[in-house]
């Protein structure tokens, strides 16, 4: 994989002379990310790309190539991969479609490419794929643009709406490979890639179809002990799974099978789309979750009984609060106050502001031994008049005394993703758009739990 | 119910000679908020509150009374209740907790509160509430500031987070009532006002607990053939129910039981948190789904999948694409391209563009009589430099022209607000966060037909 993820020197084969929008040239897109190894363009009909020599074909380029990405018509494929293995070539991205995607044609071509790719331990990503992106050096090969930022989250797709909608997985990606149809470098090898590689903390995976189940379930169990996996496996229905054929040409296989291996060997498993970004920042940033007992805290009483209604959903429950904790928010409360688990302090904060209210709560039930987990239902309100009510701050304070347990928070009001921001600028309380995905991020705190004990 | 909604004079009791941020001042927001009719504040230490003259009790104001909102310490309320009665005051609104929702004594003092009421037959809304909300004719008894807009959707609840929250259950609320501990007005009679109101077309409630059952789920099925009515009702689990008790001192009954009467009714029930606001916009804007088959046209084949699981999961199928629809796709598309539903389109776009290949693909399936709605994937780039990938406007265009079929939409990439924004403008597409949500939605658009044909 390192020729893929580092390389120094790359040929760009079937490179456009057009640049700019609507062009897709990832000529262009390489450069602007800031690639600083040597680009090689190739292009019979340009003497010259973006400032940089073109060459007729890769043969012409007599230096050394970690990668070639190959971005022509299905016909040309199998002579350019010839040239490239004669050039000595390493790896090869082959992007376009029309492989085991489309036809017969195309598959008998991607049978092609690979044997010709194996005659000389040449190593090929896709067909069907962006490639790959690096925001540890710079280094991206899709014709799509890719936001920059240096996360130690890990991405493995089989679409390029991953890389351009990585938002889906996770606020951003670090590094990123597409396999496309793989042919070749499949998800085994990406993951463990990944595994090892010191920058990532988290590997996020959307997988139509699996080769080497076997392996691949055996180096997930062993990954899982150091690294959260996260797998959303689509194709669960009989027309997703047909439409996978066609997609990727992938096989989804016995999708219950697949499931009961992957929850077995502490991987993550998710169906729907849209749980990712979720699970992602949870299993990245808050800690596991000893036990299910969990503490609500809450401004609103509503948001309490719809809290504990997603804890039995998830399999998690309420806690019964130590007579300490209750005593601590009574204090502050009307005497007429009921108190318990929902701890509803709004009362205690109508009578003692918003900051003293929570952050009394927040202690006490960080250090009540009842207490496994918290879910934290604040405002987020209209900054600066009801500032007030913003208790961003005396959370973050309480955190960096006690940040043992997980915290996940839900804010409602007309501002929650300014103060959901402030709240996670710490990375120690995760907040999130429903109670029903608080709740659901706690259970798989619980899981991550349970995966490192062994149980 | 006229006389909360739509008062021509408010009695305010207890109101505070505070104002400004952190005072909760109802007094205040009611005036920011725009109402026209007449105020008189009642507060025995207080000659003038924000520039009018203070009454020391309402027996002292001596005009009609349509509407008295009572913010006073709970022992107080009984009195101040009988001075109201006194006072031929129409209706009261008991804004305070420590009733029903306290101790032994709180429901001692809500009993009370309603013998006196009946008395003279003065109408309370509460305790424990925000009161209401008209956007129509700019009044509101919430002292958290409101949002203002005239949208046709009518809520009510048993918590002020929806007043503040409001979009957890729409983009907005035009109406809304907080019946609190529903001591005397409740559900039946909001959702008669509402569902009598030629301002209000869909009407969203949050429910915990419900007196008048019987009563309540007739009115609704007779209701949901004009207008849709979603329920969230909360307290599925039994820490939920429990916690009902001590919130708004509401039984949540037999939660099974209430979800087979409201579905029996044509009622769309909710579950979890976070489902509302998709439901409002979903049976708000698009058409009722005549049958369950759906046709997903697609930049994406990895989406195409996804929106397959979503569809079955959801009770929904692909629709069999007409010769017709494949063979305008086929034309635009390489000859190697595999058609279907899912239907891809990202080759024909690339070869013609996305306006092009978009409008073309949504036309058809929208004319072929094998489809019922349609799912719409799409990209959300950054604007200007990728507007050639925005297709808002070609397919506002289409829906003109073809509109009664539902389209729901799913966007990834960068800017996905922005670009679902100019999707939504028309009112004929509806975006959604996922897929899975925009699968779902469909699927309340089918039951919606169901409810209408009285299937």
């Known amino acids: 994989m390192k020729n893929f993820m580092e390389p120094e020197t790359v040929a760009l084969i079937g490179i456009s002379r057009k640049s700019g929008p609507g062009s897709f040239n990832l000529m262009e897109n390489m450069i602007r990310f800031g690639f600083s190894g040597k680009i090689f363009p190739v292009n019979p009909h340009s003497k010259e790309i973006l400032g940089r020599k073109a060459y007729p074909n890769i043969r012409a380029v007599n230096e050394k190539i970690d990668l070639a990405v ?28 029309g492989f085991a995607d489309a036809d017969d044609r195309g598959k008998a071509l991607q049978q092609g490419m690979l044997e010709i790719a194996r005659r000389d331990g040449m190593r090929i990503l ?56 793989a042919c070749d470098v499949g998800f085994y090898e990406a993951l463990k890639y990944l595994g090892e590689d010191p920058d990532i903390r988290i590997i996020a995976i959307h997988m139509e179809g699996l080769n ?38 992938s096989m989804a296989g016995h999708y219950q099978v697949y499931r009961a291996a992957m929850n077995q060997a ?49 399999g998690l429950k309420l806690a019964s609060l130590s007579p300490e904790t209750i005593g601590s928010v009574a204090q502050l409360s009307p005497e007429w106050m009921p108190l318990g688990n929902p701890l509803d302090i709004w009362p205690a904060v109508m009578l003692h502001g918003a900051d003293k209210a929570y952050s009394i ?32 701050d005396a959370l973050k304070e309480v955190m960096e005394e006690l940040s043992d347990k997980p915290v996940a928070a839900w804010l409602y009001g007309p ?9 996670e600028s710490t990375k120690r309380i995760m907040v999130y758009p429903t109670l029903e995905e608080a709740c659901w991020s706690l259970s798989l705190l619980r899981d991550r739990f349970e995966i490192l004990s062994g149980i």
Chains 1, 2 share one sequence.
């Open 212 to 249: 080497q189940g076997k392996e691949f379930i055996e180096l997930a169990a062993k990954i899982v002990k150091e690294k959260p996996i996260i797998i959303h496996k689509t194709g669960s229905s009989k027309t997703g799974a047909a439409a996978a054929i066609s997609h990727s040409g």
């Open 126 to 181: 896709g067909p069907n794929t962006l490639g790959v992106i690096n925001n540890y050096n710079n280094f991206t090969t899709s014709f799509m643009p890719i936001t920059k930022e240096r996360v130690p989250v890990g991405l493995i797709c089989q679409s390029g709406i991953f890389f351009v909608g990585a938002r889906e997985f996770s606020r951003n990606i670090g590094k990123g490979i597409d396999i496309g149809n």
């Open 266 to 314: 502490g991987v993550t498993f998710l169906e729907e789309d849209g749980q990712m970004a979720c699970a992602v920042k949870t299993l990245l940033h808050l800690r596991p979750m000893k036990g299910a007992r969990v503490a609500v805290i809450t401004f609103s009483g509503a948001a309490g009984i719809m809290a504990s209604d997603g804890l039995e959903r998830h």
């Open 70 to 97: 190959i971005s022509t018509p299905r016909e040309t494929t199998l002579e350019i991969l010839q040239d490239c293995v004669a050039a000595g070539v390493k790896a090869a991205i082959v992007v376009n479609q």
């Open 361 to 392: 709560a927040l202690r006490q039930v960080l250090k009540d031994p009842g207490v496994d987990g918290v879910i934290c239902v604040a405002i987020g309100p209209e900054i600066p008049e009801f500032s007030f009510l913003d208790v961003s």
């Open 415 to 423: 501002n929650p993703h300014e103060i959901g921001d402030k709240f």
